[in-house]
């Protein structure tokens, strides 16, 4: 018995049997009018052909230099700490002399208070040591003058005494010969009966009186104090000398201590008075990345920013294989991202100049061509400001671009 299934579907073969190319021909039909309609709306569909580049904001008045060069005057941190007070706006007009932002000055005046103290302190000692020098300088000179009047006195007295020696000398010689001739006498009396014993023996102590005196003469030579005189004098100048050599190195040495004291207070009281940071020149001021009141920053970084004259530009960095099809005067638009801004903010302006020589970009080493945008106002925009420049560079049909492969992005009307 014959499935039913199949035999409701006999007359559909009978049809496909007799008519096999139908389906086929519809099939590629529908296939041809497909393509047709693909291929007219390629070629009239138009699309813009951009160049998309890295961008930043620069002021329109600056040098046009390399896209990684900064462009603008920067007020940097004079010195490292923490930011007390910015006194601008961002965006805000300045004049010259305006005051930009002011860093915290508490550690310098603890470092101004310190160096005054010390140099105090150190001024007070100097002051004592110059003090006791001179005193040591007078005493040592009373003391020498002292010792040479001592020398000068024991010289007259030493020349006194050695006159006296010498008068005694002949007074013991003479008394020793008189007393000896008497002596000489008594005895030869003695011994004609002209003289007793006791006469002799009177005579004999007599003489021997006068040679002991002689004796005592000769032998007492007067003290000569000169010399012993002239070595104290030598040995207290010396003394002296030593003294006001060691007065004299600390004295040296409290003046450097106090050069080096004052030399950080008077570069304490500069960073404070260059702690307030002030507008070279009129223009507007932006707060650079990072910058805020309580921020902490090094020596030398940027605070703020500022754009003299009026108005704004932007430069691209365009890769050299997209350059060739960039023309001045061609329709920008620049997608650029900044605090006040949020992640897309749009400007408009045209290219105004395209470099003649490319550059090297960073550390990656690409070569790109710098070229300046100039931008429609807008008070949004900052200096400083990344973001996208696409670059108009025409309007071609999609066929041609499949035909062409033309390398550039395609943002559709």
């Given at each position: 018995?014959?499935d039913?299934?199949?035999s409701?579907?006999a ?6 049997a007799?008519r ?5 021909r519809?099939?590629?039909a529908?296939?041809l009018t497909?393509?047709?309609?693909g291929v ?8 813009h052909l951009?160049?998309a580049a ?9 040098a046009?230099?390399g ?18 007070a910015l ?12 005051g ?7 550690a310098?005046?603890a ?8 140099l105090?302190?150190?001024a007070?000692e100097?002051?004592?040591v ?6 040591t300088r ?5 003391t020498a ?5 001592d020398?000068?006195?024991a ?11 010498t008068a ?8 020793a010969?008189?007393?000896l ?8 009396l003695v011994r004609?009966?002209?003289?007793s014993?006791?006469?002799l023996?009177?005579?004999?102590a ?9 004796r005592r003469a ?10 012993s ?6 040995e207290?100048?010396?003394q002296?000398e030593?003294?006001l050599?060691r ?5 040296l ?14 570069e304490?009281?500069?960073?404070r008075?260059r ?10 001021a932006a707060?650079?990345?990072?910058a805020?009141e309580?921020a ?6 940027p605070?703020v920013?500022l754009t003299?004259?009026?108005g ?15 023309r001045?005067?061609?329709a920008v638009r620049?997608?650029?991202s900044?605090r ?13 100049y395209?470099?003649?020589?490319s550059e090297?970009?960073?550390a ?8 300046s945008?100039e931008?429609?106002?807008?008070p ?14 025409g ?12 390398r550039?992005?395609a943002r559709?009307?």
């Open positions: 018995m014959p039913p299934s199949l409701d579907l007359p559909l073969q009978v049809l496909l007799e096999p190319a139908f389906a086929a519809a099939a590629l529908l296939t497909a393509l047709g309609a007219s709306w390629a070629a009239l569909t138009r699309v951009v160049v890295p961008a930043r904001v620069r002021p329109a008045s600056g046009v230099r896209f990684l060069d900064d462009v603008g005057l920067r007020a940097v941190a004079p010195f490292g700490g923490r930011i007390a006194l601008i706006r961002d965006g805000q007009r300045v004049a010259s002399g305006d930009l932002f002011r860093l915290d000055t508490e310098l005046d470092r101004v208070a310190r160096a005054e103290a010390a105090h302190s150190l007070q100097l002051a004592l110059r003090r006791t020098e001179a005193q007078r005493l040592a000179e009373a003058a002292r010792l040479d009047a020398i000068a006195a010289g007259v007295e030493h020349r006194r005494a050695t006159a006296e020696r005694a000398l002949q007074a013991a010689d003479i008394t010969r008189e007393s001739a008497e002596l000489t006498r008594a005895q030869a004609s009966g002209g003289a014993q006791a006469d023996e009177r005579a004999t007599r003489a021997e009186r006068a040679r002991v005196d002689q000769v032998t007492a030579a007067p003290a000569d104090r000169s010399a005189l002239a070595h104290q004098r030598d207290s100048t010396r002296a030593l003294e050599t007065l004299a190195a600390r004295g040495a409290l003046e450097r201590e106090i050069a080096a004291h004052a030399h950080d207070r008077d304490a009281l500069r960073d008075e702690a307030t940071v002030r507008a070279a020149v009129a223009g507007v707060v650079a990345q990072g805020a309580g902490v920053v090094t020596a030398g970084a605070v920013t003299p004259g009026a704004l530009r932007v430069d691209a960095a365009v890769p050299v294989s997209e350059i060739e099809a960039v001045v005067g061609a620049v997608v650029v900044g006040e801004l949020g992640p897309r903010h749009v400007a408009r302006g045209r290219v105004r395209v470099a003649s020589d090297s970009l960073g990656t080493g690409a070569h790109v061509y710098l070229v945008v931008v429609t106002a807008d949004r925009l900052r200096v400083g400001m990344m973001g996208t420049a696409e670059i108009h560079v309007r071609r049909s999609v066929l041609s671009l499949l035909s062409d492969r033309i550039h992005t559709f009307e």
